[in-house]
Every structure is written in C-alpha cells, then in structure tokens.
C-alpha cells in the first residue's frame, strides 16, 4: 500500500532543524504536548516487536537536581524543565512477550514466537541480552529528538552520566541499561548549526 498523505518535508524540516540545545526557558511542559511526544517514540520499531524501552520523566526540581549531579552537572539538566530518562529492560520485556507478539498470529503461532523469542535469548548471558535491548532503545532515542522538534520543542541528548548513580536515584532495576538522557523543553540559546557529513562519504551503491 503506497502512502502518499505524509509530508516529507516536515520530516526533512524536523531533521534540519534540529540541534542540541543546552538552555532552556523555565517553562514547564504540558502534560498533553509530553504525552504526543512520548505516543509517537512508542512507535518506534524494534526487533521481534519487543518494545524493550521504557521512560521516566523527571520533571521535579528537586529530583532534576539529584540527576544533574549524577550527569556529570551538566547544565541542560539544572536548565530543561524535564529531562526523558531512557532506558531498556529485557528482564520485564521477556516477562510480558505475550503483549507484545501480535494478536494477528493466532494463538498457536503466537506461542511458537514466544518460544522462538526466549530460546534465542535464552543462549545470551544478562549482559548481552540488556546490550542487545540497549540498541533498540537507540532506535526510541532517534523517534524521540525528531518528534520533540516537530512538536515544538528542543532536546539534548546525553550519554554522559554515571548509569549506576542514575539507577539508584530512581530504582531501575539493576539489569537495566540507559541508552540516553535527554533534556527537553523550549530552546532559550541558538545552538551550534549543524555539521554532517556529506552523503557521498557514509553512502554507496552496491
Ligand atoms: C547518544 C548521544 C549522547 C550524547 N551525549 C552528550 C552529552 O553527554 N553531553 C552533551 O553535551 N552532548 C551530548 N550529545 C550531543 C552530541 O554531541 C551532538 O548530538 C552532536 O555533536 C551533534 O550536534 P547536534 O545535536 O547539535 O546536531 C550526545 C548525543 C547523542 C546522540
């Protein structure tokens, strides 16, 4: 099915657009424009559909603080009025496969993916199953920075952080991983303009 009612160019605009932006104005976000965000990030794809992403929104000053100094003080988070802790866990993922397997399947089938699904991971040790959901976490990180432009907003994504200092300030559980925090909020700096490399230098034809 060819789909034609979707602008490119705002999705080209989004992209352009986008910078990392360090200050933010102290104006706190809708719930509603957080939640069309955060709608449009869990759509993103992952492998065997298994979602492994969840997310903590930290919009408490006093707990933004907490996360700041476990972020390396990083000024986009004393400055953003919340700041999206992204992380993945496979631990719950494999505990709910039945949610996430498609209905479309009948019940035979979804219990032969099911199976499939946990035999694979059953051969990986916890390290590379969580290294494994923290890549499709990546994946909700790009939805995330281009549907928080396209809504209006700036971001900053941020790996620089203790993971384990993260994890305790908001009890994660300990095999979780944490792909990227990101700042976000309405931009009050210009950012530096983005700078690529060209598309012949990253792409060819085969
Ligand atoms: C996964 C990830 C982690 C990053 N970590 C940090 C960080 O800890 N601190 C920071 O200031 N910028 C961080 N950045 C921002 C990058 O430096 C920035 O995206 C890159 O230089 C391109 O600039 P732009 O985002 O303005 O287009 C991170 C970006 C990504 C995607």
Same mark, same amino acid.
């Given at each position: 099915?060819?789909?034609? $009612? /979707?602008?490119?160019? $705002?999705? *080209? @605009? #989004?992209? &352009?657009?986008?910078? $990392? !932006?360090?200050?933010? =104005?102290?104006?706190? /976000?809708? *719930? =509603? @424009?957080? &939640? =069309? /965000?955060?709608?449009v990030v869990r759509r993103a794809p992952s492998a065997f559909n298994v979602q492994p992403w969840r997310f903590v929104v930290v919009e408490t000053p006093e707990l933004k603080e907490r996360l700041a100094a476990a972020a390396f003080n990083q000024r986009q988070v004393h400055s953003a009025p919340a700041v999206i802790v992204l992380y993945t866990d496979m631990k719950s993922s494999l505990e709910s496969l039945d949610s996430v397997v498609h209905p479309g399947l009948g019940p035979e089938q979804q219990e032969a993916t099911q199976r499939t699904i946990r035999n694979m991971f059953a051969k990986q040790s916890e390290d590379e199953r969580e290294t494994w959901a923290q890549g499709q976490g990546y994946i909700a990180l790009g939805y995330l920075l281009l549907a928080a432009e396209a809504r209006g907003y700036r971001t900053s994504p941020m790996a620089g952080f203790d993971p384990a200092a993260v994890k305790a300030l908001l009890d994660l559980p300990e095999n979780a991983r944490i792909p990227a925090l990101?700042? /976000?909020?309405?931009?009050? &700096? =210009?950012?530096?303009?983005?700078?690529?490399?060209?598309? &012949? $230098? !990253?792409?060819?034809? #085969?």
């Open positions: 099915m060819m789909n034609t $009612s /979707i602008d490119f160019r $705002s999705v *080209r @605009d #989004a992209a &352009e657009q986008r910078r $990392s !932006i360090r200050a933010y =104005e102290p104006v706190p /976000i809708p *719930r =509603e @424009d957080m &939640e =069309e /965000i955060l709608d990101v700042a /976000i909020g309405r931009g009050a &700096e =210009e950012g530096f303009p983005q700078h690529r490399l060209p598309l &012949e $230098s !990253i792409v060819r034809v #085969a």
